[in-house]
């Protein structure tokens, strides 16, 4: 069965500093990758996702994401970021397989909170 | 731009009731599923529909559990006897496959 590590719990950052949110998983078959962002109060965006191809994969509000598959991770980056960057991230993934339904299996996420 | 919609925004029911959660999903999507967040946790699979059938369901998804698309529009999560450990947020989310899930604002269900 998969699963995904969210090593940390907390990322603080000072406003326009980089940002990197770390995530691995762990699974017997090839995989998709997920990023999804939760704001205060709301449900869950999707930020990015990988399926094939390129492994550096860009999504929304400037975020970016890179799989390496030799060492199982996908992790998010933002070069800048903003106040409103403020919020909780969660990487996830769904294991593809013939019959299967394609859940996804969240790590515990990661709280970014940006300050001034 | 289409969005998934989930009502109501937020349940209270006391242990033993019945709650039934709406979700209405984007016309397109063909998969269709729920998960639940318990405050401070993390978000966990529930069940997929597909084809009018659950095609998994997690160990959370008990007899107590179930859901339905009655008309082709709304999918409905139904919790026959609620207890107080069903307190959670309740996602409703859907997609055109396996490579993406749109998630909906969420119900937040509190048993007291």
């Known amino acids: 069965a998969q699963s995904v590590t969210q090593l940390d719990s907390q990322v603080p950052v000072f406003e326009e500093a980089p940002v990197e949110l770390r995530c691995n998983y762990s699974?017997?078959?090839?995989?998709?990758l997920f990023w999804y962002v939760q704001y205060p109060n709301q449900g869950l965006q999707l930020l990015l996702k990988y399926l094939s191809g390129s492994t550096l994969v860009k999504g929304i509000n400037g975020f970016e994401a890179e799989f390496n598959k030799s060492q199982t991770s996908f992790h998010l980056r933002k070069p800048s970021v903003h106040i409103s960057d403020t919020a909780e991230y969660f990487c996830?993934?769904?294991?593809?397989?013939?019959?299967?339904?394609?859940?996804?299996?969240f790590g515990k996420g990661t709280k970014l909170t940006v300050n001034p | 731009e289409p969005e998934v919609t989930q009502t109501p925004s937020h349940q209270v029911t006391q242990m033993g009731q019945e709650v039934i959660l709406r979700c209405v999903p984007i016309?397109?999507?063909?998969?269709f599923y729920w998960y639940r967040q318990i405050l401070g946790q993390k978000v966990e699979f529930l069940v997929s529909?597909?084809?009018?059938?659950?095609?998994?369901k997690s160990e959370i998804f008990d007899d107590q559990f179930s859901v339905e698309r009655p008309d082709g529009s709304n999918f409905t999560l139904k919790i026959r006897s609620t207890k107080l450990e069903d307190s959670a947020m309740y996602f409703c989310?859907?997609?055109?496959?396996?490579?993406?899930?749109?998630f909906g604002p969420g119900t937040r269900l509190t048993v007291t």
């Open positions: 016309s397109n999507h063909l998969y």
């Open positions: 699974s017997s078959v090839s995989v998709y």
């Open positions: 989310a859907g997609g055109q496959g396996p490579y993406e899930q749109y």
């Open positions: 529909f597909y084809n009018n059938e659950i095609s998994e």
């Open positions: 996830a993934v769904s294991e593809i397989e013939e019959g299967g339904s394609e859940k996804l299996v």
